[in-house]
């Protein structure tokens, strides 16, 4: 079983629509990161939370660190929204980054 | 400078070939660490260092071996590589060891033929 859970794994949404996308961890953690990752690689970080909410432009990240659960959320999502969003969170116990499997999104004008 | 920067962005290499991957960072990042992803799967830790020491080795197969020069620069250098080696090779460091805050560079892509 993976310590970080991601939902889904694919989504396809019209141009405009708001998306979700939940992470479940199980280990207990410093802090989780949003990370955003376009096709050909690079890595960029959206947002790193260790309560609370944060917003930054359309996006917006929550946690809940009671339930260990995290949601990014995109308004008015636009084409150029199309990556991979993927939740990581860093271990409380060491230098271990732990990620999540990535969610896909497609983003249709 | 806010970035960590990856050279070269893309690498073809010979199973026979010696080449190295360079990262570095101005950040003052004490901590620098490799990961290596394969397609559509997430990056996989495979070395982290702190104060210019290595303090985590998941592992890694010799042929990887990482080196780093001073506290800005940290080099993965590749030798006798195979073809399921090929992946893209992120680097990433943060102020320390168990800093929250974490930066990626943009990787190298790998293909090893």
């Known amino acids: 079983k993976n310590e970080v859970e991601q939902s889904p794994q694919n989504l396809t949404a019209q141009e405009g629509e708001f998306i979700t996308i939940n992470c479940s961890y199980s280990?207990?953690?410093?802090?989780l990161h949003w990370l955003q990752q376009h096709p050909g690689g690079g890595i960029v970080s959206l947002f790193m939370l260790s309560s609370g909410k944060k917003k930054h432009g359309r996006l917006i990240a929550t946690i809940n660190i009671q339930e260990k659960h995290s949601s990014l959320h995109i308004t008015a999502s636009h084409p150029r929204d199309s990556a991979v969003y993927i939740c990581a969170v860093r271990s409380d116990t060491g230098n271990q980054f732990y990620f999540g499997t990535g969610t896909s999104l497609t983003v249709i004008p | 400078d806010t970035e960590v920067t990856q050279t070269p962005k893309h690498l073809v290499m010979g199973m026979t070939n010696k080449k190295s991957l360079k990262c570095e960072q101005h950040?003052?990042?004490?901590?620098m660490y490799w990961y290596k992803q394969k397609a559509k799967k997430p990056p996989e830790l495979m070395f982290v260092?702190?104060?210019?020491?290595?303090?985590i080795n998941e592992s890694v197969p010799s042929r990887f071996s990482p080196e780093c020069p001073n506290s800005s620069l940290l080099n993965l250098h590749l030798h006798a590589l195979q073809p399921e080696d090929s992946a893209l090779y992120l680097c990433?460091?943060?102020?320390?060891?168990?800093?929250?805050?974490?930066?990626f560079g943009s990787g190298t892509r790998l293909t090893v033929v």
């Open positions: 260092y702190s104060y210019e020491k290595l303090s």
């Open positions: 280990v207990g953690i410093s802090a």
């Open positions: 950040m003052g990042h004490r901590a």
């Open positions: 990433a460091s943060s102020q320390g060891a168990g800093s929250r805050a974490t930066t």
